[in-house]
T-cell receptor, first 116, second 112 residues
Framework: AQSVTQLDSHVSVSEGTPVLLRCNYSSSYSPSLFWYVQHPNKGLQLLLK??????LVKGINGFEAEFKKSETSFHLTKPSAHMSDAAEYFCVVRTLQDSNTGKLIFGQGTTLQVKP | ETGVTQTPRHLVMGMTNKKSLKCEQHLGHNAMYWYKQSAKKPLELMFVYSLEERVENNSVPSRFSPECPNSSHLFLHLHTLQPEDSALYLCASSHGMNTEAFFGQGTRLTVV
């Protein structure tokens, strides 16, 4: 069975410091991996995606993530946090098995707090 | 702003009411989805439509009834809901089944 685990439910950083949001996945097949962000009272916005090309993926707003197959991880990073980065972040997986149904499997989410 | 528009944004309904949620996408996509987002739980896929045909029904109670009249519109018809159905209902669309999904802003549903 495939699953996604976000290792931290809440992360707090100071503005200007690095951000690390951790994600591990479990999949029997080659996965596609995504990070989405959700600001309060908003829908989900795609930050970046991995689909078996380069393992280091760059996204919007300075975020990037590295696919590490040996560690089954897809952690999200940003060198310097901005106040506007405060939001809920979701790590999402789609397996090859689910590619015919479009099914996305969501992690529980990580709330990022950015302190001034 | 995302190309996927949901109406209404907020809805309060009694358990005996019938209401519908509407989703419209302006991205030329051919797949549409309904997700449920409850507090403290991961997003749950409810329904998937591809080329206006339902391809996934994730064991959703029959009090939720989807309708996809064309590739741009998706509805979720609600009747005799329960308080535990209160949640944020998100619509999404994608180009094909194996690409990223674009989400609407959701409808915040409260069942009283």
């Amino acid at each position: 069975a495939q699953s996604v685990t976000q290792l931290d439910s809440h992360v707090s950083v100071s503005e200007g410091t690095p951000v690390l949001l951790r994600c591990n996945y479990s999949s029997s097949y080659s996965p596609s991996l995504f990070w989405y962000v959700q600001h309060p009272n908003k829908g989900l916005q795609l930050l970046l995606k991995y689909t078996s090309a380069a393992t280091l993926v760059k996204g919007i707003n300075g975020f990037e993530a590295e696919f590490k197959k040996s560690e089954t991880s897809f952690h999200l990073t940003k060198p310097s946090a901005h106040m506007s980065d405060a939001a809920e972040y979701f790590c999402v997986v789609r397996t090859l098995q689910d590619s015919n149904t479009g099914k996305l499997i969501f992690g529980q989410g990580t709330t990022l707090q950015v302190k001034p | 702003e995302t190309g996927v528009t949901q109406t209404p944004r907020h809805l309060v309904m009694g358990m005996t009411n019938k209401k519908s949620l509407k989703c419209e996408q302006h991205l030329g996509h051919n797949a549409m989805y309904w997700y449920k987002q409850s507090a403290k739980k991961p997003l749950e896929l409810m329904f998937v439509y591809s080329l206006e045909e339902r391809v996934e029904n994730n064991s959703v109670p029959s009090r939720f009834s989807p309708e996809c009249p064309n590739s741009s519109h998706l509805f979720l018809h609600l009747h005799t809901l329960q308080p535990e159905d209160s949640a944020l209902y998100l619509c999404a669309s994608s180009h094909g089944m194996n690409t990223e999904a674009f989400f609407g802003q959701g409808t915040r549903l409260t069942v009283v």
